[in-house]
């Protein structure tokens, strides 16, 4: 979730030392992080995956095109966490105020954007359209589009299927038992679950069932957008095996879904903060902006490539 180090300017290299050690005293300083009921490891095992699904991993974006290659992981940009428990969501949403007040600093072309555009469009709803897509290939591909060329291809009206397909997805029981946790090997963290569903499986069903027309809803605003941004066809690739991911005939639908709950930015996962919890973070704000809802696009993009990858 935080500063990338995607961006190439003198001063982003300080800037990502700097917030990542903001981050680690504010999780030292905060009181619910040492409150006992926290009782989360470092050191958890990662969750169990099967390793003889075929893994795969984007290596030609050429012509728009994209190969999948057999036996890869998920990249260096992106990680498989530890065990994640309620302390660590709720940890995650206290670190998310500071994300979001950092966000010019991380991405000040992006912010200087959506502020040009708050100030000019007047349309909150195709600003919102904007900072979902420029999120989502930022999280999904690493793919670094104009919000400002972005604005001025996308249709407000795309943000009423977007939002509802976010809605959905965001208060699907399969996203929210637990407290929006997913561990199939810890039974005492799985109460909610094993009295809501027949099994751990059937959670991991549903959960892909809510995914796929959240992916269809960007996948189609993705194909608006390869006909002008070239930059975009690697992540309507991307968000294209989602969706056949994300199938009811998914074999391996309980790797997909612990993959997506335990999925992290590589620079946040050593304090082991997966994107989901910023996820619902910046969801749940009461105020939301084109920060907001850029955070939203790029960690759902995170979350899709693990979908792509289990």
């Known amino acids: 979730m935080g500063c990338t180090a ?10 990502f030392i700097a917030a990542a ?3 680690k005293r504010l999780l030292d300083d905060a009181d619910i992080a040492c409150c006992p009921a926290v009782a989360y490891r470092r050191t958890a095992p990662l969750p169990t995956r099967d390793h003889s699904s075929p893994l795969f991993r984007l290596r030609r974006w050429s012509s728009g095109e994209a190969e999948l290659e057999k036996d890869s992981d998920l990249g260096h940009d992106v990680k498989i966490c530890g065990l994640q428990t309620r302390g660590r969501r709720a940890a995650a949403a ?8 950092q966000f010019p600093y991380c991405n000040p072309k992006a912010a200087a954007a959506y502020a040009r555009g708050a100030g000019d469009i007047h349309d909150s709803e195709r600003l919102a359209v904007t900072a979902l897509l420029v999120g989502l290939c930022e999280g999904l591909a690493n793919v670094q589009v104009d919000p400002m060329t972005v604005n001025r291809r996308v249709d407000a ?4 299927a ?14 929210v038992l637990d407290d929006g946790i997913f561990e199939p090997d810890e039974a005492c963290l799985m109460l909610e679950t094993l009295s809501e569903f027949s099994s751990v499986q059937a959670r991991a069903e549903a959960f892909l069932q ?16 390869r006909r002008h941004i070239p930059k975009a066809a690697g992540p309507l690739v991307m968000t294209g095996h989602v969706v056949q991911r994300c199938s009811p005939a998914s074999a391996s639908a309980q790797n997909a879904a612990v993959a997506a709950f335990h999925v992290a930015q590589s620079a946040e996962s050593e304090l082991d903060f997966v ?4 996820l619902s973070a910046a969801w749940n704000k009461e105020h939301k902006g084109a920060v907001q809802y850029h955070h939203v696009g790029k960690n759902l993009g995170i979350m899709f490539k693990a979908v792509i990858f289990a």
């Not at 995607?6 to 800037?15: D, F, I, L, P, V």
């Not at 809510?210 to 605003?221: G, I, K, S, W």
């Not at 994107?275 to 910023?278: C, G, L, N, Q, R």
């Open 275 to 278: 994107a989901i919890h910023f």
């Open 94 to 101: 206290v670190l998310y105020e500071t994300e979001c007040r």
């Open 210 to 225: 809510a995914l796929r027309p959240l992916a269809e809803a960007f996948l189609l605003q993705l194909k608006i957008l």
């Open 162 to 175: 977007l939002d509802s397909a976010i809605h959905h997805f965001m208060t699907c029981k399969a996203m």
């Open 21 to 23: 050690a903001r981050r």
């Open 157 to 160: 009206k795309a943000w009423h």
């Open 6 to 15: 995607s961006h190439n300017s003198g001063g982003s290299g300080s800037a």
